[in-house]
């Protein structure tokens, strides 16, 4: 189906998708950041609004196009975006959440910029861990029968690492790509492989990010509570 005349087999739910890389700050002018774009989670809010659902788009450092009828909640740092996901997953029918969560944060913020002193080494960075927003979501659902997909960037051992990390999440449905420093992050294309925690395993061949999101929310639209 050409988009805009998509099926509206979302009409009536409501689903959360989150987009985008968070940035942990050291101090006011600099953060640890990664390279997600937010095109990924972007195209899984495109495509869930044109085939008709309510859509609550947590983007995380972002600086694409705000993508027509979706609620967009802006947010920096992960323990931000876990605030924000949790609020929107109360009632919400699935949870995408395609953003790139830092594993962890500088373990202080300084509130003034941290100056170098001459002569001397730079003190050594100490980080802590940041919540697991999607493990958390998984084993503990805001709203039962609610469906939970999660994302994994892979560069080695892509399929066993996903199925492995499909476990440990406890999500419905694990996306995982390859990356590299030239696949992938930014660009308009994707391929990957799209597990099941019923043993699924459905390929998605290299091509554009919206024909990925459409493939998440085909594999979503069967999961979704009937009741
Ligand atoms: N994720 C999350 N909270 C975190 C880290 C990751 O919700 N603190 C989510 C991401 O949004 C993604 C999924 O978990 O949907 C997998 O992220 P990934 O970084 O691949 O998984 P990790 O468990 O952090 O494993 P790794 O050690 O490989 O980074
Ligand atoms: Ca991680």
């Not at 395609?98 to 100056?115: C, E, L, T």
């Amino acid at each position: 189906l050409a988009r805009g005349t998509a099926a509206q087999d979302l009409a009536g739910r409501h689903v959360v998708v989150s987009a985008g890389g968070t940035r942990e700050p050291l101090d006011p002018v600099r953060f640890l950041g990664n390279r997600s774009s937010g095109k990924q989670g972007y195209a899984l809010a495109r495509s869930a609004a044109a085939r008709g659902a309510r859509v609550t788009l947590v983007a995380a450092n972002t600086a694409l196009p705000d993508p027509a009828g979706v609620d967009i909640v802006p947010v920096g740092t992960a323990v931000q975006l876990r605030e924000a996901v949790l609020k929107a997953a109360a009632d919400a029918d699935a949870v995408v959440m395609a953003a790139a969560v830092a594993d962890f944060r500088p373990a202080a913020y300084a509130a003034g910029k941290i100056k170098k002193q001459d002569g001397e080494d730079p003190a050594p960075l100490t980080l802590v861990r940041n919540p697991d927003v999607l493990a958390e979501l998984s084993g503990d659902r805001p709203r039962p029968g609610q469906v939970v997909v999660g994302f994994a960037a892979e560069t080695d051992n892509v399929l066993a690492n996903g199925r492995a990390k499909l476990a440990r999440k406890g999500c419905d449905l694990l996306v995982v790509n390859e990356v590299g420093e030239r696949k992938t992050f930014g660009s308009e294309r994707n391929e990957a492989v799209v597990l099941g925690a019923d043993g699924s395993e459905t390929p998605v061949p290299y091509g554009p990010k919206d024909d990925l999101a459409d493939t998440v929310w085909d594999l979503v639209v069967p999961r979704l509570d009937r009741s």
